[in-house]
């Protein structure tokens, strides 16, 4: 599985990304490629994306911890690294809905 989030894609990476993966919100890509496939399209995204796009990058692995963060640019999301494994911070209640 790949899952790619980004500020802001180039239109014509976006237009790309939308053969291969499902866009359930603008900018936040969703697919179950196979590994060697997968490795393309990262390929692709680094080398079509400037900094400024801001790509977070979910890649599933088959050793634990069963996934690889990658970034380009500088991603709205903070990540850190905690014994090894990777997280990506986020502030307390920054997801809750008002009523």
Same mark, same amino acid.
């Given at each position: 599985?790949?899952?790619?989030?980004?500020?802001?894609?180039? !239109?014509?990476?976006? @237009?790309?990304m939308k053969?291969? +993966? /499902? =866009? !359930?919100?603008?900018?936040? +890509? /969703? $697919? *179950? &490629?196979?590994? $060697?496939?997968?490795?393309?399209?990262?390929? #692709?995204? #680094?080398?079509?994306?400037?900094? &400024?796009? *801001?790509?977070?990058? +979910?890649?599933? &692995?088959?050793? !634990?911890? @069963? #996934?690889?963060?990658?970034?380009? @640019? $500088?991603?709205?999301?903070?990540?850190? =690294?905690? $014994?090894g494994l990777?997280?990506?911070?986020?502030?307390? *209640? =920054?997801?809750? =809905?008002?009523?």
């Amino acid at each position: 599985m790949l899952i790619v989030l980004a500020n802001d894609l180039p !239109p014509t990476v976006r @237009g790309r990304m939308k053969l291969w +993966f /499902v =866009e !359930p919100k603008p900018n936040v +890509f /969703v $697919s *179950g &490629l196979k590994d $060697s496939v997968a490795n393309e399209v990262v390929d #692709y995204l #680094y080398k079509h994306c400037s900094p &400024l796009a *801001g790509v977070l990058i +979910f890649k599933s &692995l088959s050793k !634990p911890p @069963g #996934y690889e963060i990658r970034t380009i @640019g $500088s991603p709205t999301k903070r990540m850190t =690294e905690l $014994s090894g494994l990777q997280l990506v911070i986020e502030k307390p *209640g =920054e997801n809750i =809905e008002r009523a």
